[in-house]
């Protein structure tokens, strides 16, 4: 017979999980215990905060497609855990967490670091609203049962993480029942699409003169990027992106328009709006994607109409309504479509969008005009995309970056351009800070040949400054790349832009004088043991810099000194954010504010009269 923790050490090796990241405690030893056992045996990582242990796994399925394990103590260490879970739950990524608890017998009688006030045990709620099952495991029995329903759920449907709560001797009690063959407990295959909606959507492709694909994080999750790609170059059909959407067709084809939505492009952001029809592929059409439903900044659905493609179905007609809607796997539905459209019908469809192609070469040559002064600033501090083009000189098109919110997350969504699926990995509409730095610990354990970048922030990287730690622990090769300007600034240019004025978004020395505050990053990282670690002191220093910390085979660090000058720091805004200015806004801000709610789509209100946004007028 063997422990709980045994069965779950050899259950989680046979449902291929490759290591498990966490801390121990005095919740989760008897189960971590049973990993130095052979045939239990399985690597673990040591992190140094449990929400980095849950960020990595996240990662890790973003990269790599496939789930990961985190464990932690009970407590303390489990609640940790939270906002790393949110984040997964909320951009659709499968994980496990395991969490200790307190033995069965001692529930509800006020133990050491339980919750137990409303519920015995409380703790099991907490992570309710995070994950897509929670399961607390109160017999060794039905560890089994459990294990197996926990991966037939990360594993099937749209993606989330999984909670599996196991108390402490539950953990330690003996069970002959052995872990169950996972191809025994999933189904075979994906979800196909209703062969009706794929024949009324076709017609919807072919006759449209300007269509328009916007792609999201479903389409990298279902790895339809062959797909796609034949489908758009048959038909002709230019492809717009979200924030996780970004890489599943190169940036560098003809048929990219760019990013979508506040933080997007005008290209995108022109040939959604002017779309006839919008096919979207695993998108959520967030706030943010679609500039708060603002008709004519992003989209104007109506009057496009969309097909919506999504594994969901509650994601169906969500935020807008649908011409058809397509329940099945992004990829899969996309195969359906190509073999529903012969090579006569392709053709002349793909002819009809001609003068929309000429529409996006016109765009692009506007847009590069545009931006250029943010991508060749050639003083120090320097502009954030001038950082990202140098970035891009020298990152091979495999390159994996990971990237923390903030303007860095931005400027990389718009301006950053991604050649292959799974090597932008961000945190999309929860976006929280803390993520990347865990992230590029994750993709670098997955994808070891690869080389990894971490675009983050200074404030960011505060967050989690922690995990140098572990990167010099276990020789983890990523490149930091802190773009600091030594505050919160996009905060700060928020506030200053609805409000007319800022507070406790910067960083600054004390005495008044605004003077700007900043750790010192490189000997930061020395302290951690990092031998690369360097503040660059021009522009032609960065490109050099960076190929140098990639070729120093182990963890290195790169700061780049970012101004704060809000009309060239960062991504340029192109789209529209629903925020509520307070009464004291400036006049301006209040009006727009206005006129844009009542554009607002999502809630189904009449807009046929709002006049559509010039979108290259847009744009400054």
């Not at 926990?150 to 099937?156: C, D, E, I, P």
């Not at 062959?226 to 003809?254: A, M, S, Y």
């Amino acid at each position: 017979m063997k422990t709980v923790g045994h069965l779950i050490g050899r259950a989680l090796k046979a449902y291929g999980v490759p290591y498990v990241t966490g801390i121990p405690g005095h919740g989760n030893w008897n189960l971590i215990d049973a990993f130095n056992d052979p045939g239990s045996d399985i690597p673990v990582v040591q992190v140094m905060h449990e929400q980095a242990a849950v960020h990595i796994a996240d990662a890790h399925f973003r990269v790599t497609g496939h789930p990961l394990a985190s464990c932690t103590s009970i407590g303390p260490g489990a609640a940790n855990t939270i906002m790393a879970l949110a984040n997964a739950y909320c951009d659709s990524t499968s994980l496990l967490l395991i969490t200790g608890a307190s033995s069965t017998h001692m529930r509800g009688h006020g133990v050491m670091q339980e919750l137990d006030r409303e519920n015995t045990p409380d703790f099991t709620k907490v992570t309710e609203h995070v994950t897509k099952r929670n399961f607390d495991m109160i017999t060794a029995d039905s560890a089994p049962f459990i294990l197996h329903r926990a991966f037939n759920s990360m594993m099937t449907g749209r993606p989330g993480p999984v909670h599996v709560n196991i108390p402490l001797d539950v953990q330690s009690a003996e069970t002959d029942i052995k872990y169950q063959e996972l191809s025994k407990r999933i189904p075979t295959g994906l979800q196909r699409a209703d062969s009706l909606a794929i024949e009324q959507a076709i017609p919807l492709l072919l006759e449209a003169e300007r269509a328009c694909i916007v792609v999201g994080g479903g389409a990298i999750t279902s790895n339809a990027s062959t797909q796609l790609r034949r489908v758009v170059e048959r038909l002709g059909i230019p492809v717009v992106f979200t924030w996780n959407g970004k890489g599943c067709l190169p940036e560098d084809h003809p048929m990219n328009a760019g990013t979508v939505g506040w933080p997007g492009s005008l290209t995108g952001n022109t040939m959604a709006i002017e779309a006839d029809v919008v096919m979207s592929l695993g998108c959520k059409f967030t706030d943010w994607s679609s500039s708060s439903w603002r008709k004519g900044v992003s989209f104007s659905i109506p009057e496009s109409k969309l097909i919506q493609v999504d594994i969901d179905p509650r994601e169906i007609g969500k935020n807008y309504p649908v011409e058809v809607g397509i329940v099945a796997d992004i990829a899969l539905a996309l195969e359906d479509l190509d073999a529903g459209i012969s090579d006569d019908q392709a053709q002349k469809s793909y002819q009809r969008r001609v003068l929309q192609h000429d529409r996006l070469v016109k765009l692009w040559d506007q847009w590069n005009q545009l931006m250029e002064p943010r991508r060749s600033h050639r003083k120090i501090p320097t502009t954030m995309l001038t950082t990202l083009r140098e970035l891009r000189k020298v990152l091979p098109r495999n390159g994996i970056v990971t990237v923390g919110s903030g303007h860095p997350q931005s400027s990389t969504k718009q301006d950053f351009p991604v050649y292959e699926p799974r090597t932008h990995i961000t945190p999309g509409s929860y976006s929280p800070m803390g993520f990347a730095l865990p992230a590029a610990i994750a993709a670098k354990l997955a994808k070891p040949e690869s080389p990894v970048v971490c675009i983050i922030g200074d404030g960011d990287f505060m967050m989690c400054v922690q995990e140098l730690a572990t990167c010099v622990a276990y020789d983890i090769a990523v490149v930091f790349l802190i773009l600091n300007n030594a505050g919160y600034i996009s905060i700060r240019d928020g506030q200053d832009a609805l409000m007319g004025r800022n507070i406790m978004s910067e960083f600054s020395l004390p005495g008044g004088a605004n003077q700007p505050y900043s750790v010192q990053f490189p000997a930061l990282a020395k302290s951690f043991g990092l031998d690369f670690a360097t503040q660059v002191q021009s522009v032609d220093e960065i490109g050099a810099s960076i190929k140098a910390a990639l070729a120093s085979g182990g963890p290195a660090l790169v700061e780049v000194p970012i101004t704060r000058d809000v009309n060239i720091a960062a991504a340029n805004v192109v789209g529209w954010w629903d925020f509520p200015p307070v009464p004291t806004a400036p006049q301006a801000v209040l009006d727009d504010y206005a006129a844009g709610f009542e554009a607002e789509q999502h809630q189904g209100r009449d807009t046929s009269s709002v006049v559509l946004v010039n979108a290259e007028g847009a744009v400054g």
